[in-house]
């Protein structure tokens, strides 16, 4: 990668600095565009028909009298979305989640859809769709689904992984393993050995925006999608392969985003949409509901998870060993992999092991939230590291620094790491206030790490001129968390000019080339990256342009606070031509100025994070009040503090949610019985305490500015965290998220019987 | 030569080597020969691979050099939300 590593310790000028966000008036004050706020002439209402039954054949769609209905414009099902995918499995999944063929797969499945002149005549006409089915056995469990007499969620899936190849079908799709030395010698070497069983529920990303779209497709096989996504290019690559388009032939524009978390890196029903549109040579407008988010777009895994540490007296961790079982949904997918590989990442360890199954479920299909898999791996790793430490006698936070991963130890999933900043934040913990400051009554305190690997990925940008001097940033990654205003801060940095002097824009995939989608912390990261090389290459322009100005040498023109500056004693008595000079006098010396960039932005520094949490536990009811909150993290180089300060806010309130709330329930009939915001209870204000943060800046050395990328960290320590706390309050340790009341209050009884017995 | 490391289910890929050795100048050049010599590791390189070269992880620079004494991991491609 052809970047500068010497700028990584520069002193900045504007990066750093908190002025207001571009986006800010227009989402105050309502005027931004979401992904449903946008009309075209013509317009159909679309609506999908979803499965009732968690897993049942589809015998026979008839669609006939609501083809006949006044009004309709468009019927389909999956016949309409012919496979195309040329035996490319991945993208078959996506085809079959976007619309059931032949089987539905979990409650919530789409198996028709219809757009008609207003969303009342759709909903007549999807009333009017007669489905056949023919209910077959579900599971929806992840323990239950690895039994050998579980029904079979896919018949073509055989586990990988795994040797001899077995021949039957299993729910297991892979079997993933990572770790290094003998755990087993590991654990005869141990002092004291602690071993646990987990389980976390699944939980929605929650985003307050439901997905929605307008598609629009023509005869001429050209189209347009407006949509509310993370990831436009990819979002246009994998709508045009399912329906057969030409890539350049759709136009994808992302709206505002109203939150995303990961859920808006899927398709869901957009190839829908379009199939819709194509149809009826009308656009379709569709929007789900919040009951078609929870039921038919990606939450996050359930989880069953054992962890066993063996220690020595002294604090050494001589061998770890966990085992996680994810549920992915109906599909095939990495996310009890990941779960592997994080699980051990913050600790340097002889011996290690971890053991990922992935397992299919009749559920809706898994999407990443914000660090996938990693907070569900860290609540059982972080909650029997606090065990351990308690069993030897010692502090958990020095029993953590005891054992951090430092430069130079070699990560549990293989790598040896660079500069990392898992002990600095640990030491940051101990020595915060809010470590000293004193509990109350049924009050507990805990403390949990986390991590992240981070990455960066395929990035364009452009930088135009104006010919007033002013700046266009024009960028690729949608911006879900401020990264517009860091990335203007980033323009102006390099430019030497005022923040307030550049104005950052989100292109569509026709005005600019492909951008890999915005996830893993990456979108601050690698536009950055772009913006940066974008306005160096804009720089070399301008001192061309004050060179012919000046009939000097290019050699002689420097770049120096927005300034061209004649260099050398033969040009000592120009003056400076500044950038508002330069652009007025481009249209004589050579046209537009401009800057461009494309990197693949490789070399995202991993990241941890430290959270420290106080709770008060009611042993009446067993409800849970967070009293206190801090965040420590390792940002690598905060552009924008305040959006590095929010994003570590945002994943600690989620964290708090789904430690203490949010979850997934399911009936015996395999249906989602709570598809609401009244009956999955998301935190609000009241719910939370002011969330202190703490920045750390341990540059990354691969980033021009030393930045690591912050979104995805936030989200990993807050289940273990306030999982340990509720322990230590309660008095008995919590295995189960959510740690909602009636599982806080069984846990107090079930402790008291317990030591009654004794 | 390199000693290129393996984890996860690419070591299925691999016939259950946690190393081999190989002799690449670049990403491009490793995956080529992984390839070459494990045609199973095909499906993998197609479904998005990463390699780490001293602790450095790579998705798409595939023309990245590999020093000599590298320590080199081929690790799954990481999705991100």
Redesign the interface.
């Known amino acids: 990668m052809a970047h500068d590593k010497r700028y990584t310790n520069q002193e900045f000028k504007i990066v750093g600095t908190r002025p207001p966000r571009p986006d800010g008036l227009d989402k105050v004050t309502g005027r931004a565009k979401y992904g449903a706020d946008t009309f075209a002439p013509g317009q159909l209402d679309g609506l999908i028909l979803r499965s009732p039954h968690a897993h049942a054949k589809i015998k026979n769609i008839n669609t006939s009298r609501a083809e006949k209905l006044k009004g309709v414009k468009a019927v389909i099902t999956s016949d309409d979305l012919p496979d195309l995918t040329n035996g490319n499995r991945g993208m078959f999944d996506i085809l079959e989640n976007c619309m059931a063929r032949g089987r539905a797969l979990y409650d919530g499945h789409a198996v028709a859809a219809v757009a008609a002149i207003d969303a009342e005549t759709a909903r007549r006409a999807v009333k009017l769709i007669k489905v056949d089915y023919e209910i077959l056995p579900h599971v929806t469990d992840v323990d239950e689904a690895m039994k050998p007499d579980a029904p079979i969620v896919q018949p073509h899936v055989r586990t990988s992984g795994v040797e001899p190849k077995p021949r039957k079908a299993s729910n297991v799709s892979q079997v993933s393993e990572f770790g290094h030395g003998d755990v087993d010698a590991g654990f005869k070497e141990a002092d004291v050995i602690v071993e646990k069983s987990y389980k976390t529920e699944q939980t929605h990303q929650g985003y307050i925006e439901p997905h929605a779209c307008l598609a629009s497709v023509g005869p001429d096989g050209q189209g347009e999608l407006w949509v509310t996504t993370q990831g436009h290019f990819f979002f246009r690559n994998t709508c045009a392969a399912l329906l057969g388009m030409d890539v350049a032939k759709l136009k994808v524009t992302a709206s505002e985003i109203g939150g995303g978390f990961g859920g808006k890196t899927h398709v869901w029903m957009e190839p829908v949409a379009l199939a819709l549109s194509r149809k009826a040579n009308r656009p379709v407008k569709l929007v789900m509901s919040r009951e078609e988010v929870f039921r038919a777009s990606g939450p996050t895994c359930s989880t069953s998870v054992d962890v066993k540490i063996g220690a020595k007296k002294d604090g050494t961790i001589t061998a770890a060993l966990a085992t996680l079982r994810y549920q992915n949904g109906p599909f095939p997918a990495v996310w009890a992999m990941l779960g592997a590989m994080t699980s051990w990442a913050c600790y340097d360890l002889k011996n290690v092991k971890s053991v990922g199954y992935d397992v299919l479920v009749n559920r809706p299909k898994v999407a990443a939230y914000r660090a996938p898999s990693a907070p569900m791996a860290a609540f059982a790793v972080e909650s029997t590291i606090d065990q351990v430490a308690a069993r030897i006698g010692m502090d958990p936070v020095d029993f953590r620094i005891k054992n951090a991963a430092r430069e130079g130890t070699r990560a549990s999933y293989g790598p040896t790491y660079g500069p990392i900043g898992i002990g600095p934040t640990l030491e940051a913990v101990k020595n915060h206030p809010h470590m000293k400051a004193r509990l109350g009554k049924n009050q507990g305190r805990g403390m949990a790490c986390g991590f992240w690997f981070n990455f960066g990925g395929q990035t364009c940008v452009d930088l135009n001129i104006g010919i007033d001097g002013t700046v266009t940033l024009t960028v690729g990654t949608v911006d879900v968390g401020g990264s517009r205003a860091s990335l203007c801060l980033i323009a102006a940095e390099e430019l030497g000019i005022a923040y307030e002097r550049v104005r950052c824009h989100v292109a569509d995939t026709a005005s600019l080339g492909h951008n890999d989608t915005t996830e893993g912390s990456r979108g601050t990261f690698s536009s950055g990256m772009a913006a940066i090389f974008a306005a160096r290459d804009a720089i070399a322009i301008l001192r061309d342009r004050a060179a012919k100005t000046w009939e000097i040498d290019v050699e002689d023109v420097a770049w120096e606070a927005g300034n061209a500056i004649a260099k050398g004693v033969a040009h000592g008595n120009l003056a400076p031509l500044t950038l508002e000079e330069l652009a007025a006098a481009s249209p004589n010396t050579g046209g537009p100025i401009a800057g461009h960039n494309e990197v693949v932005a490789d070399g995202a520094g991993v990241s941890f994070a430290s959270h420290i949490c106080d709770v008060e536990v009611d042993p009446e009811t067993g409800a849970t009040k967070v009293i206190r909150y801090t965040v420590i993290q390792d940002a690598g180089k905060a552009i924008h503090p305040d959006y590095v300060e929010g994003q570590f806010q945002g994943g600690a309130a989620q964290g708090i949610g789904w430690a203490l709330n949010e979850e997934y329930v399911y009936g015996e009939d395999g249906r989602l019985q709570n598809p609401g915001f009244l009956d999955y209870r998301i935190p609000d204000c009241s719910d939370l305490p002011y969330i202190d943060t703490q920045i750390l800046e341990i540059p990354n050395p691969n980033h021009p500015y030393g930045v690591r990328g912050v979104g995805a960290t936030s989200i990993v320590p807050p289940l273990a965290a306030i999982g340990n706390a509720v322990s230590n309050a309660a008095g008995v340790r919590m295995t189960h998220v959510p740690m909602s009341p009636p599982r806080i209050l069984k846990a107090i009884k079930d402790e008291q019987l317990d030591i009654a017995a004794d | 030569m390199l000693e290129v490391?393996f984890?996860?289910?690419f070591?299925?890929a691999v016939d259950?080597a946690a190393s081999i050795s190989i002799e690449a100048a670049t990403i491009r050049e490793l995956l080529r020969k992984l390839v070459e010599r494990y045609p199973r590791m095909q499906s993998h390189v197609e479904?998005g691979v990463a390699v780490?070269i001293?602790?450095?992880?790579?998705?798409?620079?595939w023309g990245?050099a590999i020093p000599a004494g590298a320590?080199v991991?081929v690790?799954?491609r990481?999705?991100?939300?």
């Open positions: 490391n984890s996860g289910s070591r299925d259950g479904d780490s001293n602790g450095e992880i790579f998705r798409d620079s990245e320590e991991f690790l799954p990481i999705r991100g939300g």
